[in-house]
């Protein structure tokens, strides 16, 4: 039997909605991240204080798309179409940084806040600015 139209889209765009509960159990995190409270904040700030959209936005920074594969986050690819998981790797804290994505990888650079309210703001700042510059590196 063919495709309908919604099928097909679901195929190639994958879901709008995005399980947070899914997105963490699928992530690898550093060990460095996995043992400071920065990694129980990030997840709590995305599933109770991010919208669906702000969430979206999150996700289209670290992975380049807004949208959850049919398999889940499991299902996520890299630039050459193989399985690469979403990971979180933790970066020293400085001053004024934000978290720095590795879209091709799916990856965020994420500093080890000092609080709660640093990280928070950090993620605000990047769901409500445009991403407009690409670097290669």
Same mark, same amino acid.
């Given at each position: 039997? =063919?495709? #309908?139209?919604?099928?097909?889209?679901?195929?190639? *765009?994958?879901? /709008?909605?995005?399980?947070?509960? #899914?997105?963490?159990? $699928? @992530?690898?995190?550093?060990?460095?991240?996995?043992? /400071?409270? *920065?990694?129980?904040?990030?997840?709590?700030?995305?599933?109770?204080?991010?919208?669906?959209? #702000?969430?979206?936005?999150?996700?289209?920074?670290? @992975? &380049? /798309? $807004?949208?959850?594969?049919?398999? &889940?986050?499991?299902?996520?690819?890299?630039?050459? &179409?193989?399985?690469?998981?979403?990971?979180?790797?933790?970066?020293?804290? @400085?001053? &004024?940084?934000? =978290?720095?994505?590795? $879209? *091709?990888?799916?990856?965020?650079?994420?500093?080890?806040?000092?609080?709660?309210?640093?990280?928070?703001? %950090?993620?605000? %700042?990047?769901?409500?600015?445009?991403?407009?510059?690409?670097?290669?590196?």
């Amino acid at each position: 039997m =063919p495709f #309908d139209h919604k099928e097909l889209e679901l195929l190639v *765009c994958g879901y /709008s909605h995005i399980d947070v509960a #899914d997105w963490q159990a $699928s @992530t690898s995190v550093s060990s460095a991240l996995r043992s /400071s409270k *920065c990694i129980k904040w990030f997840w709590d700030i995305l599933e109770h204080e991010l919208t669906a959209d #702000d969430r979206a936005k999150l996700l289209r920074f670290a @992975t &380049g /798309s $807004s949208r959850v594969p049919l398999q &889940g986050f499991k299902g996520l690819t890299s630039y050459d &179409g193989k399985l690469c998981p979403f990971s979180l790797k933790a970066v020293p804290y @400085t001053r &004024g940084v934000f =978290p720095k994505a590795h $879209s *091709c990888f799916n990856r965020i650079d994420l500093p080890i806040y000092p609080t709660r309210e640093l990280l928070k703001e %950090a993620l605000m %700042a990047l769901v409500n600015l445009e991403m407009t510059e690409f670097t290669l590196e």
